[in-house]
Every structure is written in structure tokens, then in C-alpha cells.
């Protein structure tokens, strides 16, 4: 079984700009969450999409946007990037909500300058 | 609510011990725990229900203590391979409508 898969792997972009990342989930699973991983602050949870619908929301800005198609695959988007958006954009996906074991794919690195 | 763990940093020799904590400041459903190796994805462990049961995967195994709020990670005998940063998620609720949060990990380092 092919694992979760996120593209692009990394990502270079001017603080203003906006940038979508992009997360295929393990056939099957319709679950899938985004987290933002920086150095000394562990896992920050994004949100989490269940069949197509946002389920929970991190304590995020609304410039932090996501959406979850009817193939399970799932994009997020951030606008008006700022220099502290810099991080590894982790998706995670599992065959039920997050109580269930996720597996996550590799990250997007995503560098703000 | 993000989970506190314990400690930060551990330096382990092969073949020794250690114990990770993750303690919430609310009621737990569930416990989750995972490791990232250097430049790689986080890994699944294991998942801890609310009811204090005690899980085993190899020599890696954990508590949950519903009453005292937190779980505890135990490494036996350990490899070189459990080198990485041990994250903790937790849920408070079983409805299903709160989200895993995440500690900010102990970094765990196997020396020879």
C-alpha cells in the first residue's frame, strides 16, 4: 500500500505571497490532519478533514485554510505568508478520526524569506 | 490544552532505561505516541484508552494513569534504533470532536 504522499517536498517563498501544499492520503482512509512542526514546538495541530468536511480546528489565523476533496485528497493553503510561517507542514491520515493510529507523510518544508 | 512532557532531553547508554512522561491538565480519553527519527516522518507506537491499561511493543511499552491525568513511555534495554524525539498526543474526549494535541517531545538519545 502506498503511504501518504505531500508535495510539493519543499517550497521557497516571499513573505506576502501564498502558497497551497498539497496531501494524498492512504487509499481507503478519509481522514486526514495538517500539522505545523517547528523547532521547540513539537506537533501543532492545523485542522482535520473527515469526508470532506473540517471536523477541528488549531489555534491558527484565518490565513491558514484547508480543504478535503471527495477522493480523500486534500490541500491547504496559506495567504499573506509571514516570515514565522516557516515550518514542516506535516499531513497525517488515518481510516477514522483522530483517535485512530495516523500515518504521516514526509512534509513539506516550506521556508519564508 | 498541549501536554507537558518529561523530560526534554535523556542521553541513554545501550542497554539502559527510561521512562517518558506526558502529563495533561485535563480529563484524558486518550493517549497516542510516536517517534521522529532525524529528517524523517513521525511513527505510530501505540494508542492508550482511557481505562489505565498498560500497552508493550518490543521492549517499548506505556501506562496510563486516568486518576494523576498522564502516561508513561518506558524504553528497556535500549538500542541505538529508539534514538529519535518521543511526541505524546492526547485526546479529552471521546466524542470525537476535540483534536490530538501534541507535546513538544523528549529527545531521546542512544549512545554506545
Known amino acids: 500500500k502506498a503511504g501518504v504522499t505531500q508535495t510539493p517536498r519543499y517550497l521557497i517563498k516571499t513573505r506576502g505571497q501564498q502558497v497551497t501544499l498539497s496531501c494524498s492520503p492512504i487509499?481507503?482512509?478519509?481522514?486526514v490532519s495538517w500539522y505545523q512542526q517547528t523547532p521547540g514546538q513539537g506537533l501543532q495541530f492545523l485542522f482535520e478533514?473527515?469526508?470532506?468536511?473540517?471536523?477541528n480546528k488549531g489555534n491558527f489565523p484565518g490565513r491558514f485554510s484547508g480543504r478535503q476533496f471527495s477522493n480523500s485528497r486534500s490541500e491547504m493553503n496559506v495567504s499573506t505568508l509571514e516570515l514565522g510561517d516557516s515550518a514542516l507542514y506535516l499531513c497525517?491520515?488515518?481510516?477514522?478520526?483522530?483517535?485512530?493510529?495516523?500515518?504521516f507523510g514526509p512534509g513539506t518544508r516550506l521556508t519564508v524569506t | 490544552q498541549q501536554p507537558v512532557q518529561s523530560p526534554q532531553a535523556v542521553i541513554l547508554r545501550e542497554g539502559e532505561d527510561a521512562v517518558i512522561n506526558c502529563s495533561s491538565s485535563?480529563?484524558?480519553?486518550?493517549v497516542h505516541w510516536y517517534r521522529q527519527k532525524h529528517g524523517e516522518a513521525p511513527v505510530f507506537l501505540m494508542i492508550?484508552?482511557?481505562?489505565?491499561e498498560q500497552k508493550g511493543h518490543d521492549k517499548i511499552s506505556a501506562s496510563f494513569n486516568e486518576k494523576k491525568q498522564q502516561s508513561s513511555l518506558y524504553l528497556t534495554a535500549s538500542q541505538l534504533s529508539y534514538s529519535g524525539t518521543y511526541f505524546c498526543?492526547?485526546?479529552?474526549?471521546?466524542?470525537?470532536?476535540?483534536?490530538?494535541?501534541f507535546g513538544k517531545g523528549t529527545r531521546l538519545s542512544v549512545i554506545a
Open positions: 492508550l484508552l482511557k481505562g489505565g
Open positions: 487509499s481507503g482512509h478519509r481522514s
Open positions: 498526543g492526547t485526546e479529552n474526549s471521546a466524542a470525537g470532536n476535540t483534536p490530538l494535541v
Open positions: 497525517a491520515s488515518s481510516s477514522g478520526p483522530t483517535s485512530f493510529e495516523q500515518y
Open positions: 478533514y473527515f469526508s470532506e468536511t473540517q471536523r
Open positions: 485535563k480529563a484524558l480519553y486518550s
